[in-house]
């Protein structure tokens, strides 16, 4: 027998199923150390913890065999999403066949009735998601009297999810004999206290590396400008070519634009998200599983529970707001042994967060720059041929049209015509702001005295910019700021045209800018209307008014001029000579000139009329 610790029928199943050999977690929690006790394990997704948790509740089910008549529940699983349960309950129907179980499921987006029904009539198990359990609990429709054994799937997502009173309810609602299996892919104190409540001198396994969150997972990030991230993420798709990609957004809102663009752009792609029903994500996952579709766009929550065999690349289009998402949505990718790669997509001012996540998760993620559409190109080239160069056997009416076309044009034209055909099947790469042409120091930023920028003296002679008004970035150099990317980055949280925007001073911490002063109320609440609750963008770019202007000097160039990006769109400036009338930095209401004609609201008001 394949496996002898466990029994005959679970052992067929596993052999019936492809199984040669145990996951390092299937073998620790049907170890003779394990056996009848509770256990607290802590496993990434995709290492096998569906079935680990199957074998391991089998002691407790199986019967001579077989699992005994049942009136009332003898196990339960709880799992966070439909999606999850729904797997669990196929992997279970699949492990237990042959031992007769019956299994119903109980989540939400469901029928309910039904669900009744199915528990009215006698099951062995049960999987269900926290809400709806706790709905029929409360109904009476769930007995848990006779309750043996009890786990929880993913955990830690659950209490993240808000289910704490759910779990604690439905645990209270079972007996102190039961046996309770806690299975979560990270271990946070949440998780510790619940287990010191409901658990008893219970087994601790662990199968997550020390090193790394996931070790078949391959870390990238990539930095990129603010403005850039959605090209980034299409360069990403199109150098990767990868059979199914999954892409990690923070809001639904986000998802909805980011899909919608891709599908714009050629890519096949599919959106899940917590305003999509369950018939929606149903057809959307069948599309992935068909190969019809290569991308799926997802929030974190809706993307719980999803096991698709090809999936080999994630992006995280939105940084993750800690180390367990971020393991969490990469452990997407990587199952059961598989190779993947997960891609954090890093704008330059939040650098330094995503690398104390990094360190704080144990992963060593490689940090490059983003594909170029040159790179992607490049390897559309390989690929090319790789695909034509490969020997394959060819039918007879092949052969027929490749001896007529041969006739008709030259092997150049044939080999032209092919490339050009197969370019044309695939969106194109996106032209993305050179971040790396310049040296860089040792700790990777561009180096000092090779940044442009606009310097000033005197105040801005160009019309319009006679009376202006300073505003303040919380980025300097050494977050790698540059007027090509901050530039956009304005005119999108600003609503302003780049024309109205005047002298940029980058320093080493912050930026200043400057704008017409008859614009600077209607720029400020768009900055605000465009911030999230911490007065930043998504890529942690702040925007505030900056009444006294820079207190540093303009960068010269060495022959003590400024830099062509003077002269930009509006033609050359004059001579920098500070006159008798001149309104420097450093005279008499800052560059701008008299400041108290203006003086701007506390950041984050609005005006009257629009509190209307």
Known sequence: MPFENLSPVLSDALVARGYEALTPVQTQVTESEAKGRDLLVSAQTGSGKTVAFGLAMADELIEDGRLPFATSPLALIVAPTRELALQVSRELGWLYAKAGARI???????????????LGQGVQIVVGTPGRLRDHLERGALDL????????????????????????????????????????????????????????????????GEDRGHGDIAYQAVTVAPADIEGAVVNLLRLHDAETAMLFCATRDNVRRL????????????????????????????????????????????????????????????????????????????????????????PYPRRRRVDGMLRGARINAEWMDAPTAADVRKRDQERLMEKLLTPVEHEPEDLELAQRLMAER???????????????????????????????????????????????????????????????????????????????????????SKNEIGAIRIGPKETMFNIPRAIADRFAEAVVRSANEDGEDDS???????????????????????SPRDAGPRGPRGPMRAGPGDRGPRGPGGPGGNTERYKPKPYGQRSPRRAK
Request: net charge neutral; with cysteine; proline share 7%.
């Open 410 to 496: 030259t092997p150049e034209d044939i080999a032209a015509s092919l490339v050009q055909a197969h370019r044309a099947l695939m969106p194109p790469p996106e032209d993305l702001l050179d971040n790396s042409p310049r040296g860089r120091d040792a700790a990777g930023r561009p180096e000092r005295g090779e940044r442009f920028e606009r310097p000033e003296r005197g105040g801005d002679r160009r019309d319009g910019f006679e009376d202006s008004v300073w505003f303040r970035l919380n980025i300097g150099r050494h977050q790698n700021a540059d007027p090509r990317w901050i530039l956009p980055l304005l005119c999108r949280r600003g609503h302003v």
């Open 259 to 346: 899909h919608a663009s891709l599908v714009e752009r050629g890519f096949a792609a599919v959106a899940l998200s917590g305003e999509h029903s369950q018939n929606e994500r149903n057809a959307a996952l069948q599309a992935l599983r068909d190969r019809r579709a290569k991308v799926c766009v997802a929030t974190d929550v809706a993307a719980r529970g999803i096991d698709l065999p090809t999936l080999s690349l994630v992006i995280h289009v939105e940084i993750p707001r800690d180390a367990e998402a971020l393991q969490h949505r990469s452990g997407r990718t990587g199952r059961a042994g598989k190779k993947g790669t997960a891609v954090i997509i890093v």
């Open 104 to 118: 119903a499921t109980c989540v939400g987006g469901m029928d309910a009735s039904k669900e009744r029904r199915a």
């Open 145 to 208: 009297t006779a309750l043996r054994v009890a786990v929880l799937d993913e955990a830690d997502e659950m209490l993240d999810m808000g289910f704490r009173d759910d779990l604690e309810e439905i645990l209270d609602g079972t007996p102190e004999t039961r046996r309770t299996l806690l299975f979560s892919a990270t271990l946070p104190k949440p998780i510790v206290q619940l287990a010191k409540r409901y658990q008893q001198d219970a087994l601790r396994i662990s199968t997550v």
């Open 540 to 562: 942690g770019v702040s925007i505030t008014p900056a009444p006294d202007g820079p207190t540093y000097p303009p960068r010269r160039d060495k022959g003590g001029h400024g």
